[in-house]
Protein backbone atom coordinates (compact mmCIF):
# COMPACT_ATOMS: atom_id res chain seq x y z
CA UNK A 1 0.00 0.00 0.00
CA UNK A 2 2.74 2.25 1.21
CA UNK A 3 4.69 1.74 -2.46
CA UNK A 4 1.36 1.83 -4.13
CA UNK A 5 0.62 4.98 -2.75
CA UNK A 6 3.94 6.63 -3.02
CA UNK A 7 4.36 5.67 -6.93
CA UNK A 8 1.04 7.95 -7.41
CA UNK A 9 2.37 10.94 -5.61
CA UNK A 10 5.52 10.08 -7.64
CA UNK A 11 3.68 10.60 -11.20
CA UNK A 12 1.39 13.38 -9.74
CA UNK A 13 5.02 15.43 -9.35
CA UNK A 14 7.97 13.25 -9.07
CA UNK A 15 10.00 16.40 -7.39
CA UNK A 16 9.22 15.93 -3.65
CA UNK A 17 9.93 12.76 -3.45
CA UNK A 18 13.32 13.18 -5.93
CA UNK A 19 13.88 16.40 -3.30
CA UNK A 20 13.31 13.89 -0.47
CA UNK A 21 15.59 11.25 -1.53
CA UNK A 22 18.74 13.01 -2.97
CA UNK A 23 18.62 15.22 0.83
CA UNK A 24 17.92 11.95 2.82
CA UNK A 25 15.22 13.49 4.24
CA UNK A 26 13.55 11.07 7.31
CA UNK A 27 9.83 12.10 8.76
CA UNK A 28 9.80 14.04 11.43
CA UNK A 29 10.09 11.27 14.23
CA UNK A 30 12.09 8.78 11.97
CA UNK A 31 15.54 8.25 12.29
CA UNK A 32 16.40 6.98 9.01
CA UNK A 33 15.63 8.36 5.47
CA UNK A 34 12.36 6.87 3.46
CA UNK A 35 13.41 7.81 0.22
CA UNK A 36 16.87 7.53 -1.32
CA UNK A 37 18.84 7.06 -4.58
CA UNK A 38 21.52 5.11 -2.72
CA UNK A 39 20.00 1.45 -1.58
CA UNK A 40 22.47 1.33 1.09
CA UNK A 41 21.18 4.17 3.08
CA UNK A 42 17.72 2.72 3.83
CA UNK A 43 16.31 0.54 5.40
CA UNK A 44 15.01 -2.70 3.21
CA UNK A 45 15.13 -0.77 -0.12
CA UNK A 46 12.83 -1.61 -2.95
CA UNK A 47 12.80 0.53 -6.81
CA UNK A 48 10.12 3.07 -6.23
CA UNK A 49 9.96 2.31 -10.45
CA UNK A 50 11.31 1.00 -12.60
CA UNK A 51 12.45 3.99 -14.43
CA UNK A 52 13.48 5.98 -11.71
CA UNK A 53 16.75 5.73 -9.87
CA UNK A 54 14.95 6.18 -6.35
CA UNK A 55 14.36 3.65 -3.71
CA UNK A 56 11.70 3.32 -0.98
CA UNK A 57 12.57 1.72 2.48
CA UNK A 58 10.01 -1.38 3.45
CA UNK A 59 9.34 -3.61 5.95
CA UNK A 60 7.39 -1.01 8.76
CA UNK A 61 4.52 -2.08 10.83
CA UNK A 62 1.23 -1.31 9.93
CA UNK A 63 0.85 1.87 12.20
CA UNK A 64 3.89 3.10 10.92
CA UNK A 65 2.37 2.61 6.66
CA UNK A 66 -0.38 4.72 7.97
CA UNK A 67 1.37 7.80 9.65
CA UNK A 68 3.66 7.28 6.77
CA UNK A 69 1.03 7.56 4.13
CA UNK A 70 -0.67 10.84 5.92
CA UNK A 71 3.01 12.18 6.48
CA UNK A 72 3.69 12.05 2.82
CA UNK A 73 0.13 12.91 1.91
CA UNK A 74 0.74 16.40 4.53
CA UNK A 75 4.05 17.23 2.52
CA UNK A 76 2.27 17.06 -0.95
CA UNK A 77 -0.21 19.28 0.77
CA UNK A 78 -3.21 16.53 -0.07
CA UNK A 79 -5.94 16.23 2.55
CA UNK A 80 -6.82 12.37 2.79
CA UNK A 81 -9.96 13.38 4.45
CA UNK A 82 -11.35 14.92 1.52
CA UNK A 83 -11.67 11.31 -0.25
CA UNK A 84 -8.29 11.46 -1.93
CA UNK A 85 -8.95 9.05 -5.58
CA UNK A 86 -4.73 8.31 -6.47
Keep these: MVRSVA ?11 EQM ?3 LEP ?3 WASP ?3 YDKAAIRNPVKLKKDADIY ?3 G ?9 IRAL ?3 YNLDY ?4 RL
Design 73 to 75: LKK
Design 34 to 36: VFA
Design 56 to 58: IST
Design 60 to 68: YSAYDCICF
Design 7 to 17: RKLYELDGTVI
Design 27 to 29: FPT
Design 81 to 84: RRGL
Design 21 to 23: ASN
